[in-house]
Nanobody, 125 residues
Framework: QVQLAESGGGLVQAGGSLRLSCAAS????????MGWFRQAPGKERDFVAA????????YYTDSLKGRFTISRDNAKNTMYMQMNSLKPEDTAVYYC??????????????????WGQGTQVTVSS
């Protein structure tokens, strides 16, 4: 089992930046793939980004590429997401997710076994 805990969310003005963190405990962090999803009010939980266990391969949803950057520090059992040039439409609860492997269905919530509780990001216009 893996326990995940997000932090770093908050209220920011449009154009600003935030860095989210996801701290992991339990199973060896360096052996699992990690990802970020987000869920806006009244909408489904959508894939944002993923990174493989070694941090050498990253995946992004096309619309966010260039503004969001996923990374991980296996020595600290922590994953990050740097979010720049934030827009009001980025407002959502952001969830981190983990799975032993990043499989073909990594863009779907069903492709992930472990979830955090989420952290709220609100971008004001």
């Amino acid at each position: 089992q893996v326990q995940l805990a997000e932090s770093g969310g908050g209220l920011v003005q449009a154009g600003g930046s935030l860095r989210l963190s996801c701290a992991a405990s339990g199973r060896t962090f360096s052996s699992i793939g990690m990802g970020w999803f987000r869920q806006a009010p009244g909408k489904e939980r959508d894939f944002v980004a993923a990174i493989n266990s070694g941090g050498t391969t990253r995946y992004y949803t096309d619309s966010l590429k260039g503004r969001f950057t996923i990374s991980r520090d296996n020595a600290k059992n922590t994953m990050y997401m740097q979010m720049n040039s934030l827009k009001p439409e980025d407002t959502a609860v952001y969830y981190c997710a983990g799975n032993p492997h990043i499989d073909g269905d990594y863009r779907a919530t069903t492709g992930w076994n472990y979830w955090g509780q989420g952290t709220q990001v609100t971008v004001s216009s």
